[in-house]
């Protein structure tokens, strides 16, 4: 009876490990002293193919890279063989569809032959573009012209942007921690506010002009797009207000609007006036609409003759009898 051969514990170990690499999604190797590939991954092949082909067995990085990137990784793994211990850097390759950022952790390989290396990366190439893509609009929200500013669900302020200090007049440590109504004029009714966070709490944004205080106790209007930031939940966890100070435009809006109302009102003086009064009863009544408006406390209407000089036909004051009319001289 023959007795069967126990297997080598030391084989299996070394299939698994084996497996285990060809199955693995990062990047492994093994490279001779004079590095070349004796080993190559299938995720690496599989990110780097268009380089390595599938002749990779025996060739160095000389081979795949352009002499100047080849010469850094050479120049690295002798570092690593110097050291005679573990070395973690990232490398970024460059590749046809993009350059890869990968974290890499090269080895010497005490079970191979002498200057035998080895090496496991990750690809972070993907949460490296997502690093960049925020530090891009960290970067534009810092520069933009527009004030903008985070709270939590407590109505704290936890961010604002240089544009926010300029507007407001508070620096960012004056404020973060702080309750929005630091900057509340109080002008504004409870029920605005009520149904702002009505809106909010529900997941709908809020658009709406704030009148705020500064913090030299100057008011000011801001135009203010409110929206909630959601977790991966689809939960509320803050809000974002992105704000503009549109003080000068709405005073100037206003103006217009009351001029617009002044000249209508003065329009409407004019066709109630009684056919066949005389110039001079018709432009009193003008005047005394025109008095009647809000900011004006006088009104006078001058008819001005060929030969230069100018008499008062109409002379209205807020609250007193109408004043005498007189020719101005000619000068």
Known sequence: MTESAEPNFGDLMAARLRDLMDAAPVVAFVKDAGGRYLYANPYL??????????DWYGKTDMDIWPSKVAALLRA??????????????SQVMPLAGGPHTLL??????????????????????????????????????????????????????????PAFERVTGYTRD???????????SGLQPRSFFDAMWAALATGVPWV???????????????EAVITPIR????????????????????????????LARERALIAA??????????????????????????????????????????????????GQPDPPQRRL???
């Open 104 to 161: 890499m952790l090269k080895f010497p390989l005490a079970t191979g032959g002498p200057g035998e290396l080895g090496g496991i990366g990750v690809d972070l190439t993907e949460s490296s573009k997502a690093e960049t893509e925020r530090d891009q609009l960290a970067i534009a929200v810092e520069q933009a012209a527009e004030s903008v500013m985070i709270a939590d669900l407590e109505a704290r302020i936890t961010y604002v942007n």
């Open 45 to 54: 092949l599989a990110v780097f193919g268009e380089r390595m082909g599938f």
């Open 231 to 258: 977790d991966a939940s689809d939960a509320v966890t803050s809000y974002v207000a992105v704000k503009r100070d549109v003080t000068r435009e709405r005073a100037l809006a206003q103006r217009s609007d009351q």
């Open 269 to 318: 003086a004019i066709r109630r006036l009684p056919a066949g009064g005389t110039p001079e009863s018709t432009v009193q009544a003008l005047c005394a609409q025109v008095v009647s408006l809000s900011g004006v406390s006088a009104a006078q209407l001058y008819l001005f003759e060929l030969d230069g000089r100018a008499m008062p036909i109409g002379f209205v004051v807020a």
């Open 76 to 89: 690295n793994d002798k570092a690593v063989l110097g050291a005679r211990g573990l070395q973690v850097f």
């Open 208 to 222: 709406a002009d704030f009148v705020n205080r500064r913090k030299d106790g100057s008011l000011f209007t801001e």
């Open 329 to 331: 001289p000619y000068e």
């Open 174 to 184: 004056e404020v973060i921690g702080q309750n929005l109504r630091l900057l509340s």
